[in-house]
């Protein structure tokens, strides 16, 4: 193999692997700032765990990646209880919208802080393959309690 294709495979190579990356600077030590790149798999593990701590006794939060979105799963009686009446057509919309509302505001927050573009979805706990909600930088894609749906 000729040495000018092989620097150039070289170099097509490392520019694919820095295309799915986030390059951060670690400016903590002033005469020798780190820069450190965060692969979209990093940054998806770096988002369950902020959601992890947010939802933690409450729901199941993990990465789907069927379906490339983080699931929350709720696991509490009182939070499975909830997500079954908005099945079920008993829920308050006031209640629902609470709860979808706090999830815009994770996704954008999840959005803003890790860069990660990952819808967020609450699941049906009884089947976790149905999706009630889902947001993405703090827009709904998708509300079972939405007529048009």
């Known amino acids: 193999m000729k040495k000018s294709f092989k620097l150039l495979l070289a170099t ?69 209880e909830a997500v079954i009446a908005v099945l079920d057509g008993d829920a308050s919309e006031s209640d629902w919208h609470t709860l979808t509302d706090s999830i815009d505001d994770l996704s954008k927050t999840v959005y803003e802080d890790v860069h990660i573009k990952t819808p967020i979805a609450i699941v049906n706990p009884e089947n976790t393959d149905k999706v009630l909600y889902a947001s993405y930088d703090g827009t709904t894609l998708y509300d079972v309690m939405d007529d048009n749906n």
């Open 12 to 80: 097509g190579l490392v520019g694919i692997s820095f295309a799915t990356t986030t390059v951060y600077m670690n400016t903590s030590t002033p005469n020798a700032p780190i820069a450190y790149a965060m692969s979209k798999q990093a940054k998806i593990n770096k988002a369950v765990s902020i959601m992890q701590d947010n939802y933690e006794g409450q729901a199941d939060v993990y990465y789907d990646k069927e379906n490339d979105a983080i699931a929350i799963k709720p696991t509490t009686e009182d939070f499975e």
